[in-house]
């Protein structure tokens, strides 16, 4: 019997069961409630195992003004469950969600707030810093990411998704 994964829209209700646990471990759960979560724009996705729910990623229409490209997203939300981090989730709902995104806009700019220590994580795909560090308050030490999507770096997101 082969394990069924799925990468699929969403709606922002469903993610809060993914981030409370991963990005705010112990916090009130209205933490994990995002501005933005609910704009017609923003596009949800979640990372299924057997039906059930393992990592998700929002990506929400937001321009930064540290940036001047006019077709901007913004990446927030991103988590795995701990038992299936390494599994290449993350790198698969990245993946679909720049796939997606580029659906809408082929040049579009994809930017986000990393967590320090998932900046190596993000270069893999070929993101780069802007600017220092700075603390988001009772979280970590975080890290403007960017990277200007292209026509060419249009991908199939099925590509990327783990079978096992």
């Not at 082929?106 to 802007?130: C, D, I, P």
Request: charged letters at 25%; hydrophobic letters at 40%.
């Amino acid at each position: 019997m082969s394990s069924a994964v799925k990468i699929r829209r969403i709606p922002a209700s469903e993610t809060y069961a993914v981030r409370q646990p991963v990005l705010r471990p112990g916090r009130p759960l209205l933490e994990c409630i995002f501005e933005g979560d609910l704009s017609p724009e923003t596009l949800h996705l979640g990372y299924f195992f057997d039906e059930d729910l393992k990592g998700v990623a929002s990506f929400m229409k937001k321009q930064n003004p540290m940036f001047f490209q006019p077709f901007q997203y913004q990446l927030r939300g991103m988590a795995v469950l701990p038992n299936f981090k390494g599994k290449g989730i993350g790198a698969a709902l990245l993946k679909a969600g720049e796939a997606e995104l580029q659906k809408l806009d082929a040049s579009v700019f994809l930017w986000f707030n990393a967590r320090n220590y998932a900046v190596g994580f993000y270069k893999k795909f070929g993101y780069q810093t802007k600017g220092t560090e700075f603390e988001v308050p009772g979280v970590c030490p975080h890290i403007v990411m960017f990277q200007q999507l292209g026509e060419e770096e249009i991908i199939d997101h099925e590509t990327f998704i783990p079978h096992k």
